[in-house]
């Protein structure tokens, strides 16, 4: 059975940094693409980024590129999602899922195929 599980969340003034993780099981990060996805409340569900095994190996949504930065533990199944220059709009319930839709699917979410319980990030202005 596969199940993730992400955490790190939690309040930071705008502009700060955090780090989530997503542990993993019941599958191997090594042979699965993997990602990140977040919801805000009254907002439809957006891709982040996320990891795969070809080229392009990591993609970002054009509102965190060059702020979020993916990377993976293959040896420790767990996922890392280090975000920093955080704004307001950032808030959500950041999911770690299989599956990365990236740019090229528009960040299909339906590409999204497992995920657990999510982790609250909140950023005050």
């Known amino acids: 059975e596969v199940q993730l599980q992400a955490s790190g969340g939690g309040l930071v003034q705008a502009g700060g940094s955090l780090r989530l993780s997503c542990v993993g099981s019941g599958f191997s990060f090594a042979d699965h693409a993997i990602g990140w996805f977040r919801q805000a409340p009254g907002k439809e569900r957006e891709g982040v980024s996320c990891i795969r095994k070809n080229n392009p190996r990591t993609d970002y949504a054009e509102s965190v590129k060059g702020r979020f930065t993916v990377s993976s533990d293959n040896a420790r199944n767990t996922m890392y999602l280090q975000m920093s220059s955080l704004k307001p709009e950032d808030t959500a319930v950041y999911y770690c899922?299989?599956?990365?839709?990236?740019?090229?699917?528009?960040?299909?979410?339906?590409?999204?195929?497992?995920w657990g319980q999510g982790t609250q990030v909140t950023v005050s202005s």
């Open positions: 899922a299989t599956g990365c839709p990236g740019i090229l699917t528009g960040w299909d979410i339906n590409q999204f195929v497992s």
